[in-house]
């Protein structure tokens, strides 16, 4: 078992930045990749960006490219997303996701863990 734990959400004015982060714990060696999603209000769960554990190959999706930042802590076992020049349509329930294998990495049903999720608020 994999605990994800997701923090540094909150309330941000439009261009204003957030730095999220997910700690994870349990058995963590086999991870494969990390990912970060995010869900608005009456809106499916969607693909924000992701990491490959060992190589620290890194994917976004379009609308955050050049605005987010994917990164990884191995020692600490972390994962971060610092969001820069954020817009109200960045509004959401950002959750963590970790997979133990090989996956398309976009696809939510892939993957093995998740955490809570953390609030982000951006107010225009």
């Known amino acids: 078992q994999v605990q994800l734990v997701e923090s540094g959400g909150g309330l941000v004015q439009a261009g204003g930045s957030l730095r999220l982060a997910c700690a994870a714990s349990?058995?963590?060696?086999?991870?494969?990749?990390m990912a970060w999603f995010r869900q608005a209000p009456g809106k499916e769960r969607g693909f924000v960006a992701a990491?490959?554990?060992?190589?620290?190959?890194?994917y976004y999706t379009d609308s955050v490219k050049g605005r987010f930042t994917i990164s990884r802590d191995n020692a600490q076992n972390t994962m971060f997303l610092e969001m820069n020049n954020l817009k109200p349509e960045d509004t959401a329930v950002y959750y963590c996701a970790a997979s133990m294998g090989p996956l398309l990495l976009s696809e939510t049903s892939r993957y093995d863990y998740w955490g809570q999720g953390t609030q982000v608020t951006v107010s225009s």
């Open positions: 990491i490959i554990w060992s190589g620290g190959i890194r």
């Open positions: 349990g058995r963590t060696r086999s991870t494969y990749a």
